[in-house]
């Protein structure tokens, strides 16, 4: 029988290193395997790894290290072991039955923490949708052990019950939040080609989880974010007007973070989501610079965002925390700019940045303006990034020049 003791569970990490992963990238992964793992409030106690050309088809790892990770989960009393590779159901369940706890793959791990982040009717909804798709293959396999998990990680969202009825229950499930984000996906489609025809620059945040993205958004905008030094600490997209110059004709939309190997049901039920990016003028790519692992977790972010097709978006690279970074880190994409999120200068120099980067991608306007035109001119120094206004004493007319948002098709 399988159970689980009161308090933060304790967390075997299992992990296989398969030829497809370099030694370097896999240790950052695994690394990243810890920091999710705690995220979801759970306590690595260890982490094994083993080096294998595939995984084993039939119990992921060889049979001698399920014997070593039985021991060690005996003696060392693990509620719960969570392998880095995607496991297939029928894997899941000869690990579980073998070792008698809970067993669960980074995939299941990162859904949990997605349910235990959604806040918003649309975020709780995208996330079942992830978990109940996750679960349909496995229900066959996991039904019965998991009315007594007892709850903890892997088990948060959908909840108990709807998990241990039978598949058409699931698929009916399924059918009705499809039907349900519809709705919603409809609203945010309304809401955003109206923000989309309008004067407004749109700014999108986006970046690995956790480099520093909410920051940025609550010093931009001075608004109250949810900012937290934990991964995926934002989930729901949250849109935010601000002013550069005086000109208050900016909205900042902050994003889900991204992560390596994203798991494809987050990706198909976060679509309309993912698709606000898409519709952006510009786009602010957020660098956790002091993070060892930037580089892959630039490329990691580059990848998804030509996946989604929004590559082609001007994008401006913001290398964050500076103050924490080594004095050997080096930018590598360009445009770019090293701030500390924390500093009111570093704000103001990405403001400047942020301008320049709208200028390029506005059209550039000379318009004559006579006197009796007052709501004409008003008109311009409200709806366009006014650069100046001059009166012609001899012509008696004004000369305004700036920039306006170009009306994409």
């Not at 349900?180 to 749109?202: A, I, M, W």
């Not at 934990?230 to 900042?252: N, W």
């Not at 999120?341 to 059209?363: F, G, M, P, R, V």
């Amino acid at each position: 029988m399988i159970e689980t003791r009161k308090g933060p569970e304790r967390v075997l990490i299992v992990g296989i290193r398969t030829d497809t992963y370099q030694e370097d990238r896999f240790m950052e992964l695994i690394s990243e395997m810890e920091s999710l793992t705690q995220t979801a409030k759970g306590v690595v106690i260890k982490t094994m790894i083993q080096n294998l050309p595939r995984l084993n088809h039939h119990s992921a790892v060889g049979s001698g290290k399920l014997e070593e990770i039985r021991l060690y989960v005996e003696s060392d009393a693990i509620d719960l072991v969570i392998f880095f590779n995607a496991l297939s159901p029928s894997m899941n369940k000869v690990i579980e039955a073998e070792l008698g706890v809970k067993v669960i793959d980074r995939v299941q791990l990162i859904l949990d923490i997605f349910a235990m982040r959604a806040k918003s009717r649309e975020g709780k909804l995208q996330v079942g949708l992830a978990q109940y798709q996750y679960l349909l293959p496995r229900i066959g396999g996991q039904g019965k052990s998991l009315s007594r998990l007892g709850g903890g990680i892997g088990t948060r969202g959908p909840g108990e019950t709807q998990l241990e009825t039978d598949r058409r229950h699931i698929r009916s499930r399924i059918t009705q939040i499809k039907k349900d984000l519809q709705e919603v996906v409809q609203h945010r489609k309304r809401t955003r080609e109206n923000r989309h025809s309008g004067r407004e620059f749109n700014i999108g945040l986006v970046g690995y989880t956790n480099a520093g993205k909410s920051t940025i958004l609550s010093q931009l905008t001075e608004s109250e974010t949810f900012i937290q030094d934990q991964l995926f600490a934002t989930l729901d997209p949250l849109t935010r007007q601000f002013a550069i110059h005086g000109h208050p004709m900016f909205t900042l939309t902050d994003t889900v973070g991204f992560i390596e190997e994203l798991p494809t049901q987050l990706i198909e039920s976060f679509k309309s989501t993912l698709e606000e990016i898409r519709y952006m003028d510009v786009l602010l790519h957020v660098v956790d610079a002091s993070n060892p692992a930037h580089l892959m977790h630039e490329e990691t972010v580059n990848r998804i965002l030509k996946d989604i097709e929004a590559d082609h978006i001007p994008v401006l690279t913001v290398y964050n925390k500076k103050d924490a970074m080594e004095e050997s880190f080096v930018a590598v994409q360009k445009p770019n700019i090293t701030i500390s999120a924390l500093e009111a200068t570093d704000i103001e120099k990405l403001k400047e940045a942020i301008w320049a980067l709208c200028i390029q991608s506005a059209e550039a306007y000379s318009v004559k303006i006579l006197p009796e035109e007052a709501d004409l001119l008003s008109h311009y120094q409200q709806n366009t990034l006014v650069e100046s206004l001059d009166f012609d004493e001899e012509n008696q007319f004004y000369r305004v020049t700036g920039y306006r948002r170009k009306q994409n098709d």
